[in-house]
């Protein structure tokens, strides 16, 4: 049963039925210490001036920002980390705000450190990264190079990994656009 739970909640968490039944196995997999990791990439940059390091998320990014709002609101983060870039922040925050939840900043540098390790397992997690820092946090995680850079111009991308208490992983990419 709890092979098939775990191969399994990925697919049932994208697919953001909200049913019962779905809450059930929900709380099942909580039960069971499952880790889940949503990584997404900063929603659509203002990319006017080119030589602005940390730019505001563009008319675009403000739409999609509040879209990922709307495609997690039946995911109940336990945790949602954000790298300290106003785009990366502003994407966060739409999703915090709706949960009522708070945004902890990490550093983009130090994947995986002493503190995230320590506070994310058995939790739902969000991370909102960028295209070159997201596959390399799930590579880590994963403990292997699967995933390459994200390229600039895409913003729908999701990777989830979950990690069982036995250690196995499992991870995938979804593209919401």
Known sequence: MRKYLLLFLPFI????????KDKQVMEQADDLGLTT??????AEKDTSDPDN?????????????KKWAEVFKEVDFDL???????????TAEAVAGSQQKEV?????????????QKN?????????????????FVNYLLEEEKYKDIEDTESGSLFIVTVAPNG???SQVLYIN
């Open 168 to 170: 196995r992983k499992t």
């Open 104 to 116: 902890t900043i990490y550093d983009a540098s130090k994947l995986n450190d002493e503190d995230f």
């Open 120 to 136: 994310t397992p058995g939790k739902t997690v969000l991370v909102v990264g960028h295209s070159n820092t997201n596959p390399k």
């Open 53 to 65: 390091r940390d730019p505001e998320l563009a008319e675009e990014g403000v739409v999609r920002a």
């Open 37 to 42: 990791y949503y990584f997404i990439r900063h």
């Open 13 to 20: 968490i994208a697919c953001n039925s909200g049913s019962n």
């Open 80 to 90: 949602i980390y954000s790298s300290n870039y106003k785009r990366t922040r502003a």
